[in-house]
């Protein structure tokens, strides 16, 4: 079916020819043009021959002749997400509560966003013609859910209703040449033992072209009632996780499994280049280290203030903003502290700074009238919205007009007053 063009830079490429807004493309090159990956890919080549439908349903074609300075200025329509086609007995959207952002309710299991954005996706609601797309337009590399590489229990934990087997999908797409990061979430009782153990030597085979493994643990809010009983991830269990992985190469353990089993974080040269960061997967070590680069010029600047900083976490990262804290007051006594927030709107097994509710924060940090909250960029979105929609604005409003947010790794920070 014909794309429709949604808007034209001006000074494109596309501008400078007889297509306009609103015009359908047919094909490029004789390929169908399906969304925004398609456009990228196809429009690569040297001269573009591009049939499309004007306003009236008449058939065109022109060419385009590239000079790789001017961009083409195609922009199609806002890509419709592909949703999951699963029941995850874990799955954490089942588990929120009504009165979040709605974007937070999208169970997004789409291949172009896991190639463009690191989005993890299952494979579960591909077709061949998926298959076959990612490979010809090399889509690498991949972020891949597996959970477990065992078929009978992959199908009971994800309770998909067709015919699927995990590991023969990573076997073929690797034949083919993708490539992936693959992620297991932990449930006690069900894929840890000796299913994660099978699972982690699937993974690490030469027949697998998997970049790496991330490990982490189901995470289990309060509103669980009607859902299939699970458990958390206990201190035992985590040392017995991490202790597994550990024969395992490009295999790593999420921070709070290190934090649940008491564990010491490892050095940075462990983490080969944070390869899954944005999976909670050496953030405390990469925090750490640029504490080290930034610490002079961060304490310089609170110095130059005359208020108290109160940083304020989750219970995950409580211990080692607690560290810095004492750091910065061992120069400048009494100049910082921290507050411990608990996570009663999700439940307290949730422990992440960026799920922190807004009423959890205002019930639970009081300030003095020279003090200034202190928070992770994480804990909002990328229109400056916490979890539960309200404003970094209308946060710092509530808090008597000052905010300071310092970046999630603590590479930056700023002051609104």
């Known amino acids: 079916m014909p794309i429709t063009i949604n808007n034209i830079i001006k000074g494109s490429l596309a501008d400078s020819s007889k297509l306009q807004i609103h015009d359908r493309i047919i094909s490029i090159n004789g390929n169908e043009i399906n969304d925004f990956l398609d456009l990228q890919f196809y429009t690569a080549d040297e001269i573009l021959e591009i049939i499309y439908l004007d306003n009236s349903g008449i058939e065109h074609n022109i060419q385009i002749f590239q000079d790789w300075e001017i961009p083409i200025g195609i922009i199609l329509p806002e890509h419709n997400c592909r949703t999951c086609a699963n029941d995850c007995i874990f799955c954490f959207i089942d588990q929120m509560p009504d009165n979040l952002r709605n974007t937070l309710y999208l169970k997004d299991d789409d291949y172009r966003f896991s190639f463009v954005f690191g989005n993890f996706i299952t494979l579960t609601n591909l077709s061949d013609k998926d298959i076959s797309r990612m490979i010809e337009q090399k889509l690498n590399p991949l972020y891949i859910s597996v959970h477990t590489t065992n078929p009978i229990l992959h199908k009971k934990m994800l309770r998909y209703k067709h015919d699927f087997n995990i590991l023969e999908k990573l076997k073929y797409l690797s034949k083919n040449g993708i490539e992936f990061h693959t992620q297991i979430v932990i449930i006690p009782g069900w894929n840890d033992g000796e299913e994660l153990e099978n699972t982690l030597i699937d993974l690490v085979s030469p027949e697998i072209n998997a970049l790496s493994v991330g490990i982490v643990p189901v995470g289990l809010s309060k509103f669980r009632n009607s859902l299939t009983p699970l458990s958390p991830v206990n201190s035992k269990q985590a040392i017995q996780i991490l202790n597994l992985s550990s024969r395992f190469p490009r295999t ?64 995950l990262a409580f211990s080692t903003i607690s560290k810095i804290s004492e750091e910065i007051n061992q120069l400048h006594p009494k100049k910082t502290r921290v507050i411990k927030v608990i996570n009663y709107a999700f439940g307290e097994n949730i422990t992440v700074a960026g799920l922190l509710n807004s009423s959890d924060i205002f019930d639970q940090v009081k300030l003095e009238t020279d003090e200034v909250p202190a928070f992770s960029s994480n804990l909002f979105n990328k229109d400056d919205l916490t979890i539960d929609g309200l404003s970094k604005n209308k946060l710092r409003t509530m808090f008597g007009g000052k905010l300071l947010i310092i970046d999630e790794e603590f590479d930056g920070w700023t002051f609104f007053h």
């Open 252 to 315: 790593y353990c999420s921070d709070e499994i290190y934090l649940l089993a008491n564990y010491k974080i490892p050095p940075e040269n462990f983490y080969d280049g944070y390869p899954q960061l944005e999976n909670g997967i050496g953030m405390i070590r990469l925090l750490l280290e640029n504490w080290k680069i930034n610490k002079y010029n961060f304490i310089s600047d609170i110095q130059s203030k005359k208020e108290r900083i109160v940083f304020i976490t989750g219970k």
